[in-house]
């Protein structure tokens, strides 16, 4: 049986062996990969009887280049689809990130630096590149709402996806959920000046504002960057400050 609880002193332990890798500052971090492969000696497509399951360690610098919160474009192109029910798109796989790499190309080359993920007839909005994603704004009931979607086997279960969730629910200051949401969903709610913000999250950037949308040929703008972004840099502050250890949590392990 896997020893989750093994692997995390075996990482403490690297860390510890590393540790002049540990950069001495807050604009960079030690970033920890876990990677599993099939070692078996076979070029047949099949569960390999042999695996290696290994870490890797990597100073890294500021995910944003200048330093700053920087929002980021998208290209939302319904021909293209990360995950599909029934498929692997709740797992951190390579053959995920292979699929997505044609579609990347295109948002570059047309001037946009990430891609929104859509699914199905309607255009749910699922991830944003690699990250998962989260929607501020007033809800068509009227309610303030910070929304993601649902883990339903094409989104991935990020950690930092899951840290914004608690984090939100302990504050109590307005409603979250997770549910669907279209692209309709968001061009109605723009029309109606509902939106807030919007954001991606992941391990690297913690939060990523995001600031339009390239959809059908038009330019969506998205007010994130207007309304601060309030909430996303809260969230960056908060997080940042239990990373870095300047605030106690229960989330954190201290490698000494």
């Known amino acids: ?10 990482i403490q332990q690297l860390v510890k062996l590393d540790q002049e890798w540990v950069p001495y500052s807050t604009s960079a971090s030690l970033y920890i990969r876990p990677t599993f492969i099939g070692t078996e000696p076979s070029l047949g497509v099949k569960k390999p009887t ?15 280049a200048s330093g700053t919160f920087n929002p980021v474009s998208l290209l939302a192109n319904p021909k293209y689809v990360r995950a599909w029910k029934g498929g692997t798109g709740d797992c951190k796989m390579g053959g995920n990130y292979g ?31 690699t990250m998962n994603l989260f929607l501020y704004w007033i809800n068509e009931d009227g309610e303030e709402e910070l929304a993601t979607p649902p883990l339903d086997g094409i989104i991935l279960p990020g950690v930092t996806r899951q840290s914004i969730l608690e984090l939100a629910n302990k504050w109590g200051e307005f ?13 109605t709610a723009l029309e109606e000046n509902r939106v807030r913000e919007m954001f991606g999250s992941g391990t690297a950037c913690v939060v990523c504002p995001v600031s339009d949308i390239l959809y059908k040929s038009e330019t969506i703008h998205i007010p994130t960057m207007e309304n601060g972004p309030k909430l996303a840099s809260r969230i960056l502050d908060k997080l940042s400050n239990i990373q870095y250890g300047r605030e106690e949590s229960n989330w954190t392990i201290i490698v000494s």
Do not use: H
Request: proline share 3%; net charge negative; charged share 25%.
């Open 1 to 10: 049986v896997f020893d989750k609880e093994e692997l995390l002193e075996c």
């Open 50 to 64: 042999k695996a290696l399951l290994f870490v890797i360690l990597s100073p890294v610098g500021p995910y944003f």
């Open 99 to 129: 699929a997505s790499i044609f579609a990347q190309c295109e948002a570059m080359d047309n001037g946009c630096q990430q891609v929104l993920w859509l699914y199905g007839e309607d255009n749910q909005i699922t991830e944003v590149g």
């Open 175 to 187: 409603k979250v959920s997770e549910r669907y949401l279209t692209m309709d969903d968001l061009i």
